[in-house]
């Protein structure tokens, strides 16, 4: 984390800079683009966001880490404890864990309800158990918890100029766009850990199993049923892109070129998925690095844009209560991206 950006959030206190620092080394070393997405950001909401991403690819990592030793058992010893930490946290008790500690204090700052936390961890821990959705609803429900409360927690970081309620629905979608979309770009190194996050009754429809899914990764070679499913799957995401989509028009307009770029970044995915002709079980399918640039290029100059308009034009929000589209010159609220209270 950059003093800049720190001290334009008004984090003050020392132990707690560097908490917010470990959530975005995490944050760069995990997730490229969303950390790409992030300097899109006004610097003042990056450390927030930081810390949003830095706990849950903590929580992620205790799950699904491939290169540890550690049994079911432990991984869900670990999240009992990561989760204790988070609920002692969140109830304002003090904490060691630094990531923990930096979520705690982004949850203050920006309001943000505490069963958005609390429903990932549900989804974390099933993780551990469940290996499979035998439909897309039950793949849905799982999401809830895993995606969509991802893009819940950022709405108030973000802002917004209609009533956050309202913008709820399309940022809740977004969050279910990425993660189907990675889960359609991972279906192989899913499958390596024991699970499918495909439906079911979808892969069933074109004659798909799991022991065709485990085939085709094991020999490295292809199968039209397996192809055909896949390109359902993209299509059911694009689907859910397209329900998300109207949501970044209702965000500040400074958070909308972060979201937009990541929004293009994602479903530059799923076209890489296609144009290597759905071959996920052998290789990862990547972003050509002219076309993050490219996009990234065309997220900095909204991002100029957004900056310079004329005062009263898009930095306030309504407020909770409000109902019309107009923004006001009332004290920027929670909703409106901006913290409930200083740090120190």
């Not at 923990?100 to 949850?107: C, E, Q």
């Not at 770029?261 to 399918?285: N, W």
């Amino acid at each position: 984390m950059t003093d800049r950006e720190l001290d334009a959030a008004g984090i003050r206190d020392p132990e707690l800079r560097e908490a917010y620092r470990r959530c975005r080394r995490l944050n760069a070393r995990h997730g490229r683009t969303y950390f790409l997405a992030t300097r899109l950001l006004p610097v003042e909401r990056r450390p927030a966001v930081h810390a949003l991403y830095g706990f849950a690819r903590w929580a992620d990592d205790i799950v699904d880490d491939l290169h540890s030793a550690a049994s079911p058992a432990q991984r869900a010893a670990a999240l009992d404890e990561l989760d204790a930490r988070l609920r002692a946290g969140l109830a304002g008790q003090p904490t060691d864990e630094p990531v923990v500690r930096a979520l705690a204090d982004t949850a203050a700052r920006y309001d943000i309800a505490h069963e958005h936390f609390t429903d990932f961890m549900a989804s974390m821990r099933s993780d551990l158990v469940v290996t499979g959705y035998p439909t897309y609803d039950d793949l849905r429900a799982y999401m809830h918890g895993s995606a969509a409360v991802i893009g819940l927690q950022m709405l108030p970081v973000l802002g917004t100029v209609v009533p956050r309620a309202q913008a709820a629905p399309q940022a809740a979608a977004l969050g279910v766009a990425f993660q189907l979309t990675n889960f359609l770009r991972d279906v192989g190194e899913d499958l390596d850990r024991g699970r499918v996050y495909l439906p079911q009754d979808l892969l069933a429809a074109h004659g798909v199993d799991r022991d065709l899914l485990a085939w085709s990764r094991l020999t490295g070679l292809p199968d039209p049923r397996i192809t055909t499913a896949l390109r359902n799957v993209a299509e059911l995401t694009r689907a859910v892109y397209r329900e998300a989509a109207p949501g970044i028009a209702q965000l500040d307009p400074v958070s909308r070129p972060c979201v937009r770029t990541a929004f293009v970044l994602y479903g530059a995915i799923l076209d890489a998925v296609a144009d290597d002709g759905y071959r996920v079980l052998h290789r990862r399918a990547v972003v050509s690095r002219r076309r993050r640039a490219t996009v990234a290029l065309d997220g900095l100059v909204r991002t100029a844009a957004a900056r310079i308009r004329p005062t009263g034009t898009g930095r306030r929000g309504v407020t909770e209560g409000e109902h019309g589209g107009a923004a006001t010159n009332a004290r920027p609220s929670a909703h409106d991206g901006q913290p409930r209270k200083e740090t120190v």
